[in-house]
């Protein structure tokens, strides 16, 4: 566990205001916070020990600087703090990105500052829900430095969360990856609601929900390249073909996501021995057919 000490946030966002409550929860303390009208609110009804000032103040206050800004403010951020004196020698100074490197707090580091990011890998629609979610989670630790890499590693089990080591220069595939684990499943499913719903099957995601909870328990369960069936996957290019069709006609919009997901399927797999390389082959030549 982290020595208790104090924090200040610089962006209240959804993420940001989480993990200041998790963090008091463990001893810690949000002294304060800066931010728009909205993290204003949310200090208000979650952090209300904490004052919320002009972003510089809350950075001199804090022991551990939070830059809890969306990713392409985060540099300009940090340098504007910089020039205006807010690092010291000894600080923390943390953003919560999962893309972005860290280079960005090159100006805070240069005024002696120890830097680092954590990026939880969870989702946060809103703070109660993330409160909820994140015990257990694992929490991506980047730093130059071991130092920094340690108190990272330190903070993470305060928010409850499972730590890991992210290289920086592959934070970009790293966050592709969760990418692809969350939101791109969301759009999945927004792709399958919007073709029942044209083919005028009623409820379409009720009808969907036993579905997709199978498949990704057992992709889980099983791992994914086990877990995976379907026509792609399987070799049954009638099966593809008549998709496509119906595609082209009713969703013209979805025939090439159609034909990515098949061809990575196919990959899979065959990778994995299920499906042997001449029938990948025909199942590509299909998919070609309809690019």
Same mark, same amino acid.
């Given at each position: 566990?982290?020595p208790?000490?104090?924090?200040a946030?610089i962006g ?6 989480? @993990?200041?409550v998790l963090?008091?929860? &463990?001893?810690h303390?949000i002294v304060?916070a800066?931010g728009?009208?909205a993290s ?6 979650y @952090?209300?020990q ?5 972003a510089t103040? &809350?950075a001199r206050a804090g022991a ?9 403010v ?13 690092f010291? #020698?000894?600080?923390?100074v943390l953003h919560l990105?999962?893309s972005?490197?860290? +280079?960005t707090l090159?100006?805070?580091a ?8 954590l ?9 109660? !829900? %993330?409160? &909820?979610?994140m015990?257990?989670?694992? #929490?991506a630790?980047?730093?130059?430095? !071991?130092e920094?890499l ?5 903070l993470a089990?305060?928010l409850?969360? $499972?730590?890991?080591?992210v290289?920086?220069?592959?934070k970009p595939?790293?966050?592709a990856?969760?990418v692809?684990?969350? =939101?791109?499943?969301?759009v999945v ?7 029942l719903?044209?083919? %005028?099957v009623?409820g379409?995601?009720?009808?969907l929900r036993p579905?997709a909870?199978?498949? =990704?328990?057992? +992709?889980?369960d099983l791992?994914? +390249? =086990?877990?995976l069936?379907g026509p792609?996957?399987r070799g049954?290019?009638?099966a593809?073909?008549r =998709?496509?069709a +119906? ?8 025939v090439?996501?159609y034909?990515?997901?098949?061809e ?16 990948r082959l025909? $199942?590509? !030549?299909?998919l070609s057919?309809?690019?």
């Amino acid at each position: 566990m982290t020595p208790a000490t104090t924090f200040a946030l610089i962006g209240a966002g959804r993420v940001a205001t989480t @993990l200041g409550v998790l963090l008091e929860r &463990a001893g810690h303390r949000i002294v304060a916070a800066s931010g728009r009208s909205a993290s204003r609110e949310r200090v208000r009804r979650y @952090l209300p020990q904490a004052r919320f000032v002009p972003a510089t103040e &809350a950075a001199r206050a804090g022991a551990v600087v939070v830059l809890g800004v969306v990713d392409d403010v985060i540099e300009p951020t940090c340098a504007s703090l910089a020039e205006a004196g807010a690092f010291r #020698v000894g600080q923390h100074v943390l953003h919560l990105s999962g893309s972005m490197g860290i +280079a960005t707090l090159s100006r805070a580091a240069r005024a002696g500052a120890v830097t680092l990011s954590l990026h939880p890998l969870q989702s946060f629609p809103e703070v109660d !829900e %993330g409160l &909820a979610r994140m015990a257990g989670s694992g #929490v991506a630790v980047t730093s130059s430095s !071991e130092e920094g890499l340690l108190f990272g590693e330190s903070l993470a089990r305060d928010l409850g969360g $499972v730590p890991f080591r992210v290289p920086d220069e592959v934070k970009p595939l790293y966050h592709a990856a969760a990418v692809f684990s969350a =939101n791109y499943l969301v759009v999945v499913e927004a792709a399958a609601e919007r073709l029942l719903g044209r083919a %005028g099957v009623p409820g379409p995601l009720e009808l969907l929900r036993p579905l997709a909870r199978t498949a =990704n328990e057992r +992709a889980f369960d099983l791992g994914p +390249a =086990n877990a995976l069936t379907g026509p792609a996957a399987r070799g049954d290019v009638g099966a593809i073909h008549r =998709n496509l069709a +119906a595609l082209s006609e009713a969703a013209p919009e979805l025939v090439a996501a159609y034909r990515a997901l098949a061809e990575v399927a196919s990959d899979i797999a065959t990778e994995s021995g299920r499906l042997p390389a001449e029938q990948r082959l025909a $199942v590509r !030549e299909e998919l070609s057919r309809w690019s």
